[in-house]
């Protein structure tokens, strides 16, 4: 059993930040894969940005140089920074995370958080 609890959402101005993170908890032996998706309101669930277990990270084009994920492997915590923030940026953000459950069980287990609402708008 994993939980995935995420925290920072909320009303921001365009050109604001914002912080989101993310705490990973339960049966893990190590998490190969974070990432944050998001969806807006009539769209489809897209991948924002992810980070491996080497550190290595992928953005989507839409918030190149403006997000920066990062994970913190000894704490089982990821984070996923957000500066100039756009009107266009307002969705629901979710925490995923690709799991190793423990030493004998490769996994992987999908994990998901329940969802942290961002709103940008004047």
């Known amino acids: 059993q994993v939980q995935l609890v995420e925290s920072g959402g909320g009303l921001v101005q365009p050109g604001g930040s914002l912080r989101l993170s993310c705490a990973v908890s339960g049966s893990i032996f190590s998490i190969y894969t974070m990432a944050w998706y998001r969806q807006a309101p009539g769209k489809q669930r897209e991948l924002v940005a992810d980070?491996?277990?080497?550190?290595?990270?992928n953005y989507a084009d839409s918030v190149k140089g403006r997000f920066t994920i990062s994970r913190d492997n000894s704490k089982n915590l990821g984070n996923l920074l957000m500066n100039n923030l756009k009107p266009e940026d307002t969705a629901v953000y979710y925490c995923y995370a690709k799991i190793r459950p423990s030493y004998f069980d490769y996994g992987p287990l999908d994990s998901w958080g329940q969802g942290t609402q961002v709103t940008v708008s004047s």
């Open positions: 980070i491996n277990s080497a550190g290595i990270t």
